[in-house]
């Protein structure tokens, strides 16, 4: 199994910044994608950011695109998150998501972290 711990979350004044981190453990033979996802009350969970496993290929939801930058260390098995320009609808729990091989076979499994919470004030 493969464990992912986010940390970094807390209450940011709008116009702050906040940098979150995950950390991911286990049986992991490679990192193929890494990604914020995250979910604000009544709302379903939406994308925030992926990276591929090599960093070569970025993704942003539109609502965080020019105020987020997603970033990873694959060596430490650890990807972030700068969130700078922070909105009060940035607020939210936002879970790391990874797709990991965890063998040889060449399957990829899905696993999620617990999530951080995020509270930006107006």
């Known amino acids: 199994q493969v464990q992912l711990v986010e940390s970094g979350g807390g209450t940011v004044p709008a116009g702050g910044s906040r940098r979150l981190s995950c950390g991911a453990s286990?049986?992991?033979?490679?990192?193929?994608?890494m990604a914020w996802y995250r979910q604000g009350s009544g709302n379903q969970r939406e994308l925030v950011a992926s990276i591929s496993g090599g960093g070569s290929s970025i993704n942003y939801g539109d609502s965080v695109k020019d105020r987020f930058t997603i970033s990873s260390d694959i060596a430490k098995k650890e990807v972030y998150l700068q969130m700078d320009g922070l909105r009060p609808e940035d607020t939210g729990v936002y879970y790391c998501?990874?797709?990991?091989?965890?063998?040889?076979?060449?399957?990829?499994?899905?696993?999620w972290g617990q999530g951080t919470e995020v509270t930006v004030s107006s």
């Open positions: 286990g049986s992991i033979v490679r990192i193929t994608l």
């Open positions: 998501y990874a797709a990991v091989r965890t063998d040889g076979s060449g399957q990829v499994g899905r696993f």
